[in-house]
């Protein structure tokens, strides 16, 4: 495949063209439901220690033994036997997100958790803690003093509250780049967007509309998910004509018909395209109570009779009210729902009505239960 430069007076004007057909109605742009393979973050994780504790670190083994680990690094040697063992102290873990295309000197966001019994990390300073990638690389080193969110208190009788995570806190900025990580956004003749949720419709729509504004076979889709489309191999040409890209607005496919149902939370969410075929539902329920009385005949006081317990159960069943509805061909959601609110079903029995019309075939959707 050859590469082909743009000039920069034709980028101005596909940008002009991408502007004019801003105002289309229910279009994403590219950059919204798009991203470019191999553009992302990288997640980096460090092991360090926090200090300056007021009494509300941990006395974990391994942070005594960091502790003095780090002592000896500075030239101190702690007496055999004694244990550091100081409530100022607690072990973390620092985890970070390497944005794409990080440079060395930039500084990122950390978040800094206990990983021992610490009651509290207000107040603490991260002492220097490398952070690693999944190569086992230092890509950034950390410091710096804790903005903790939640707070503890506790009272001498052990009666204590906690408001959030006061074992968990932030550093804005608290972690300096050291390397970069290789990309290869500027290699090749071509670069590949990957859709954020794999559609065919959707891909085909990308790469058409693509080909229209700047040429034919410039878009190819490859999948549902991903879209090759042929670019410049000079960086800063590249950078231009991705901003023209990531600008185009497309009308991205219909979602799939959904019902996600949470039966944690009684959650039901039914998407727009939910279709139901004939059926006819009823949906009503036997509540059962069982109350025992049990009964305790006592013998007289000169007789030579035992104390005896008789039982005594009460059974009550209560039939609910289970009225029928029917669902005729093509029921869309709107009469699905009204449907249901006639009935009155709560929650819990519109989740066994989904699963039971699913069952039958009755649901064109797919049900999806979190």
Request: hydrophobic content about 40%; proline content about 6%; aromatic content about 4%.
């Amino acid at each position: 495949m050859k590469a082909f430069k743009i000039p920069a007076r034709v980028c101005c004007l596909v940008a002009l063209v991408v502007a004019a057909f801003a105002p289309l109605a229910q279009a994403d742009r590219l950059k919204d439901i798009t991203s470019v393979q191999g553009v992302r973050n990288n997640q980096l994780i460090g092991y360090g220690l926090v200090v300056g504790l007021n009494g509300t670190g941990d006395d974990a083994p391994f942070t005594d033994q960091t502790f003095a680990n780090m002592m000896t690094q500075f030239g101190i040697t702690l007496p055999p036997g004694v244990n550091p063992d100081s409530e100022n102290v607690a072990a973390v873990t620092v985890s970070a997100e390497l944005p794409p295309f990080s440079k060395p000197g930039q500084a990122i966001d950390i978040t800094v958790s206990s990983i021992g019994n610490a009651d509290s990390l207000r107040g603490g300073t991260l002492l220097m803690t490398p952070l690693k990638g999944a190569d086992g690389n230092t890509y950034a080193v950390a410091q710096g003093s804790l903005v903790v969110g939640g707070f503890g208190a506790s009272g001498a009788d052990g009666s204590k509250i906690t408001v959030n995570v006061p074992s968990v806190g932030r550093i804005p900025g608290g972690a300096t780049v050291e390397r970069s990580i290789p990309n290869f956004f500027a290699k090749g003749d071509s670069l590949t967007l990957n859709l954020n949720y794999p559609d065919f419709t959707t891909a085909r729509r990308v790469a058409e509309q693509i080909n229209d504004l700047m040429g034919p076979d410039v878009a190819q889709a490859l999948d549902a998910t991903s879209i090759r489309v042929r670019a410049p191999r000079d960086s800063s040409q590249r950078v231009s004509y991705l901003s023209v890209l990531e600008n185009l607005e497309v009308d991205p496919a219909e979602a799939k018909a959904r019902v996600i149902i949470n039966s944690r939370t009684g959650t039901i969410i039914i998407g727009q395209n939910v279709r139901v075929s004939p059926a006819a539902v009823t949906h009503g329920g036997l509540t059962v109570t069982i109350n025992e009385n049990p009964q305790v005949s006592q013998p007289n006081a000169l007789s030579d009779g035992d104390t005896t317990v008789t039982p005594q159960s009460q059974v009550n069943v209560q039939q609910g009210d289970g009225r029928m509805f029917k669902f005729d061909a093509g029921v869309t959601l709107d009469q699905l729902v009204q449907a249901v609110n006639q009935v009155g079903a709560a929650p819990g029995d519109l989740m066994a009505i989904l699963e039971a019309l699913k069952q039958a075939g009755a649901l064109k959707a797919e049900l999806v239960v979190i």
